[in-house]
């Protein structure tokens, strides 16, 4: 069982303010992604990272930026928010079970509203 | 590239009746396939992955789901849904080594 915590669970901002969505995970996993979740819509991955000072862009552009200086740590910064960014952010980490392809575990996730 | 298709974005079943639901996939080479449920206010929770070891399976919580090359398709099964089983499920499709496409997502009620 993979243990990955977000927080804060919701959070509701105004224009133009600058946010960090936390991301930690205990287990170790080297791998860690950020999808991005619109209601009724699939999870688009945003960003990931292969390990400590590896960061990527995934699949859809973001204007959000994100950092690994630690394994088990892999915030997301907005740096100046806006009600575009409205969604859900979810973070996910995974750890290499076979020689092709991952199980990726995940957390719970933040629901951001940007006013 | 890679994609997944979920036909039916909800479903609605009686307590105790059979639950299935479609996941079409499009891939170039030998997919690596999931099905992910997501609960209310929570993240993803892996029901069962598809490895190429064996076609059919089992999953947590009763679910399974059978690998059909021919017809690409990885539909997800349960013999007799239980109202614990609402939530939203996603079907995904492995790109690589590390990235996961994700389908639309269905969302299944069940009524007593």
């Known amino acids: 069982e993979a243990d990955i915590y977000q927080t804060p669970r919701y959070l509701v901002i105004g224009t133009g303010k600058k946010i960090t969505l936390e991301c930690s995970q205990t287990m170790g996993h080297d791998k860690m992604y950020w999808y991005q979740q619109d209601p009724g819509m699939e999870l688009h991955l945003i960003h990931y990272?292969?390990?400590?000072?590896?960061?990527e862009k995934g699949d859809l552009s973001s204007e959000s930026t994100v950092s690994r200086i630690r394994t088990e740590h892999f915030p997301l910064t907005l740096e100046s928010a806006r009600p575009s960014h409205t969604s859900q952010y979810l973070c996910?980490?995974?750890?290499?079970?076979?020689?092709?392809?991952?199980?990726?575990?995940f957390g719970p996730g933040t629901r951001l509203t940007v006013l | 590239a890679q994609s997944v298709t979920q036909l039916g974005s909800h479903v609605s079943v009686s307590e105790g009746a059979l639950v299935l639901l479609r996941c079409n996939y499009s891939s170039s080479v030998p997919p690596y396939l999931f099905w992910y449920v997501q609960y209310p206010n929570q993240g993803l929770q892996l029901l069962l992955k598809y490895t190429s070891a064996a076609t059919l399976v089992k999953g947590i919580n009763g679910f399974e789901a059978e690998f059909k090359k021919s017809e690409t398709s990885f539909h997800l099964t349960k013999p007799s849904a239980h109202m614990s089983d609402a939530a939203e499920y996603f079907c995904?499709?492995?790109?690589?080594?590390?990235?996961?496409?994700f389908g639309t997502g269905t969302r299944l009620q069940v009524f007593p």
């Open positions: 990272s292969y390990g400590v000072n590896s960061t």
């Open positions: 996910a980490s995974s750890d290499p079970a076979s020689a092709f392809t991952d199980t990726q575990y």
């Open positions: 995904a499709v492995s790109e690589d080594t590390d990235k996961l496409i």
